[in-house]
Structure formats: C-alpha cells, structure tokens
C-alpha cells in the first residue's frame, strides 16, 4: 500500500549521461513536486505540477525535464549529468483542496550519485 | 530573507531528556505549519502540522503550536527516546512549501 514511491532507489552515473527517475502516487492527489536535498541535508523544491501542469519552476537548469503524462506520475528526465546534480531527489504529492492545507506527503527518495 | 529559520544543530541529548527545536517563520499570509521528520536512510514523514493560529499539532509524543504573535512552531517532546534521533525539518507552506535548514537530532542511551 506504497503512498508516494520512487524508482530507482540508487543511481550511481557517470558524467554526461542522462537519466530518467520515476515517481507514482496512489492517493488520488492532483498535484505532485520534486524536490532536491543536497549533501547538507537542505531540501529546495524544483518543480510542481498541479493535474499535469506545470505551476511551479524554480531556478533549475534546463537540463532537467519533468513530465508528467497523468496525475498520478511525475518523471524527472536529466541530460548531460554533472557532478553537482548529486543529491537525493524526493518526489512529492498533495491534494489541493480546504482540507488538506497543502500538506505534502513525499517518497523515500532517489540517491543519485554522479562520478 | 528565509522563510522559515530553525535552530542550528546537531542537538545531542540523553535519553528521557527534554527536546524543543525553535522554529521562527516570516509572516505573510496565513500559511500552514508543518514538522517534517527524516530517519536515517529514509525519506521524509510528515510529523504534524498546524493549518491556523493557537492549532496545537501533535504526534508520537511531539507537540508544536502556531504561534501567530511570536510567528513561531517550536517542537517540543518531553521525554527523548534513542529511535527519535532523525532529522528534524520545520517548513510553511503559502503557495509552495519552504523547509527550513533541518536539526540533526542525535539521542544517546
């Protein structure tokens, strides 16, 4: 009964690669988020996508894509990985609604290491 | 400046000790409250939450109250236990939801 889940778990890459990580939600929300949390624990939303439209998107490179084709998946595709995009990634999702009140609910997160 | 500003760590107490992390947010609008733990190697869960001013959150032993004329959510447990050490984020959320910097919690048996 996975809420928010993310795949994969680990991701060890080289420099210059792409790569794609997943992210599902099965709890009916309408909205979902990546976030990034670098080595110092700080955590920094990137994007957020509200019934597959993108509503937010912060100071992030375009080298990374999000997509979502339905409301319950938002993918992030990076290209051209550099060392500094090491980070763990947590996805994220919410339902907007009164009752709610924005609260977020978020996967275990992807580690991804590039070398 | 910041939207959220919580108390620099690591904390590191004994068991059965008192824990209050400060959380201070900068107030524009009416934003809802919000405690994020993360465990070692996990994600984050959601602690509790507080969605307008004097809401008292509360969850495993864990109590913060909005504090709209002080524009605090501090966290408070009376009594620490070694499985509470974790990752302690205090966060708002307006339009989007802004974390603080994180307290690294350590307690020691």
């Known amino acids: 009964d996975t809420a928010v889940s993310q795949t994969p778990k680990y991701l060890v890459t080289q420099m210059g690669n792409d790569k794609s990580i997943k992210c599902e939600q099965n709890?009916?929300?309408?909205?979902m988020y990546w976030y990034k949390q670098d080595s110092k624990k700080f955590l920094k939303i990137m994007f957020s996508?509200?019934?597959?439209?993108?509503?937010i998107n912060e100071t992030v490179p375009n080298r990374f894509s999000p997509k979502s084709p339905d409301k319950a998946h938002l993918n992030l595709h990076i290209n051209s990985l550099e060392l500094g995009d090491s980070a763990v990634y947590f996805c994220?999702?919410?339902?907007?609604?009164?009752?709610?009140?924005?609260?977020?609910?978020f996967g275990p997160g992807t580690r991804l290491l590039v070398l | 400046g910041d939207s959220v500003t919580q108390m620099e760590g690591p904390v590191t107490l004994s068991e059965e000790a008192f824990l209050t992390i400060n959380c201070t947010y900068t107030?524009?609008?009416?934003?809802?409250l919000f405690w994020y733990v993360q465990y070692p190697g996990e994600g984050l869960q959601l602690l509790l939450k507080?969605?307008?001013?004097?809401d008292k959150g509360s969850n495993k032993g864990f109590e913060a109250t909005y504090r709209k004329e002080t524009t605090s959510f501090h966290l408070e447990k009376g009594s620490v236990q070694v499985s509470d050490s974790a990752v302690y984020f205090c966060?708002?959320?307006?339009?989007?939801?802004?974390f603080g910097a994180g307290t690294t919690v350590t307690v020691r048996a």
């Open positions: 994220a999702s919410s339902l907007t609604d009164r009752d709610s009140k924005g609260t977020q609910y």
């Open positions: 709890l009916g929300h309408d909205t």
């Open positions: 996508y509200n019934n597959k439209e993108l509503i």
């Open positions: 107030a524009t609008g009416y934003p809802s």
């Open positions: 507080a969605t307008k001013a004097d």
């Open positions: 966060a708002r959320n307006d339009y989007k939801l802004s």
